[in-house]
Structures are given as structure tokens and as C-alpha cells.
């Protein structure tokens, strides 16, 4: 699977949005993008995924550029309960076989 | 949605034992399961993928024998540490997805092992 690289760290102000950025620059055409979440002390959540089209769902939007080099994770309303380390990872779709390698991930502190 | 439980929580062992945790899919049935392991401040690491009625495949450096995995039904995966030691104190966490399609994994709440 491709290698992702996020920044190691960001906050952002309550009720304000969100934009975690990704780098996944080797990515196959093949290889779709997901985010997951976790926050401290329990497993991560899925959050959404994507392959070319940007993507929305009730928790956040997915934007992918057209070139597939990168993306952005749009929380667009943060709360206190969005802080939480996320995880954009690559990997093959389809099926339940493939598994999910995680990076370091992005620390994100939302403040009062 | 998909559900994955994980048991248990918390286990507090005395080194040289074994502690099992089970890994369940509620409402579906999970052909792979993957068996992952997160040290303090550290990301997760990918132990093994665990494939019904078939032996798992374990990640480089991963001891087989000492983390034994069965996944004897669609529903059930259990990873048992045998003769743990304090190196193995950790947050041990499970994962599974339904047959096909293009979607993302459940992962369980995890389990923390203290060995002492």
C-alpha cells in the first residue's frame, strides 16, 4: 500500500471547520483513500473513504484532488469530541482482505 | 452499523501466564480479522490477519507461537499471549469488515494488558 504523510499536529477553534490535510503522493490507481480516527484509549473509528470523487457523509466531507496526490479531511464543524489523533491510509478497495497500515497520524486539539 | 465486541477490556496478568481476548462481529460475519497492537504514544501495528478456518498470517517479527490466533467461526477471532512478560503490556485491538464491497473496518474497543 502506498505511504500517506500528515502533518504531526493541528488544533482549531470550536465550531469552526476542520481541514486535515494528507500527502499521498505513490498512490495506485487502485488504491482508494480512508480516514479513521481514534481517540485516547479506544480503537479507531471509520470516518469516510474515497477513490477519485470527493465524498460526504454525516461526519465529514473528503476532498481528493484531481491528480489523487493528496487530499483533505473536512470536519466542518468541530466539537471538543472531534479531538482525537486521524489517520488517512491507502490501500487496495474492495473486498475484507486488505489490510490497513497506519501511519503517526494527525493529532487534532479543538479548543474552547 | 457494523458492530465489533472485544473482551476484555482490561486483563491484569502475572508474567509467565496466558490471557485470551475475543474478538466477535455482532452483526455480520467476518471472514478476516486483523489482530493489532499499540504501545504507548506509538501508532497501531498490523500483528496478524486471522482468516476463517485457516491459519493466520502472521507480520514480520510477530513470535507465533507466543501470540496464538484461532478463528474457528465467521463471528469469533480470540489472540492468546502466551507466557506473558512485562514487554507485553499493551493495548491489543481487533478489527474486522463484512464480505465484500468497498467500505471501512470496524475495529473493537480494545483490550489492555498490564503484565506484572
Known amino acids: 500500500d502506498a505511504k500517506t504523510t500528515q502533518p504531526p499536529s493541528m488544533d482549531c477553534a470550536e465550531g469552526r471547520a476542520a481541514n486535515l490535510p494528507c500527502n499521498h503522493s505513490?498512490?495506485?490507481?487502485?488504491?482508494?483513500v480512508y480516514w479513521y480516527r481514534q481517540i485516547h484509549s479506544q480503537g479507531p473509528q471509520y470516518i469516510i473513504h474515497?477513490?477519485?470523487n470527493n465524498e460526504t457523509n454525516e461526519m465529514a466531507s473528503l476532498i481528493i484532488t484531481e491528480d489523487r496526490k493528496s487530499s483533505t479531511l473536512i470536519l466542518p464543524h468541530a466539537t471538543l469530541r472531534d479531538t482525537a489523533v486521524y489517520y488517512c491510509?491507502?490501500?487496495?478497495?474492495?473486498?475484507?482482505?486488505?489490510?490497513?497500515?497506519f501511519g503517526k497520524g494527525i493529532t487534532l486539539s479543538v479548543r474552547p | 452499523g457494523a458492530v465489533v465486541s472485544q473482551h476484555p477490556s482490561r486483563v491484569i496478568c502475572k508474567s509467565g501466564t496466558s490471557v485470551k481476548i475475543e474478538c466477535r462481529s455482532l452483526?455480520?460475519?467476518?471472514?478476516?480479522m486483523f489482530w493489532y497492537r499499540q504501545f504507548p504514544k506509538q501508532s497501531l501495528m498490523l500483528m496478524a490477519t486471522?482468516?476463517?478456518?485457516?491459519?493466520?498470517?502472521?507480520e514480520q517479527g510477530v513470535e507465533k507461537d507466543k501470540f496464538l490466533i484461532n478463528h474457528a467461526s465467521l463471528t469469533l477471532s480470540t489472540l492468546t499471549v502466551t507466557s506473558a512478560h512485562p514487554e507485553d503490556s499493551s493495548f491489543y485491538i481487533c478489527?474486522?469488515?463484512?464480505?465484500?464491497?468497498?467500505?471501512?473496518?470496524?475495529f473493537g474497543s480494545g483490550t489492555r494488558l498490564t503484565v506484572v
Open positions: 478489527s474486522a469488515g463484512d464480505r465484500g464491497g468497498n467500505y471501512g473496518y470496524t
Open positions: 505513490t498512490i495506485s490507481g487502485n488504491e482508494y
Open positions: 474515497g477513490l477519485k
Open positions: 491510509i491507502v490501500r487496495i478497495g474492495g473486498g475484507a482482505n486488505s489490510k490497513l497500515t
Open positions: 452483526d455480520f460475519q467476518a471472514t478476516t
Open positions: 486471522s482468516n476463517e478456518g485457516s491459519k493466520a498470517t502472521y
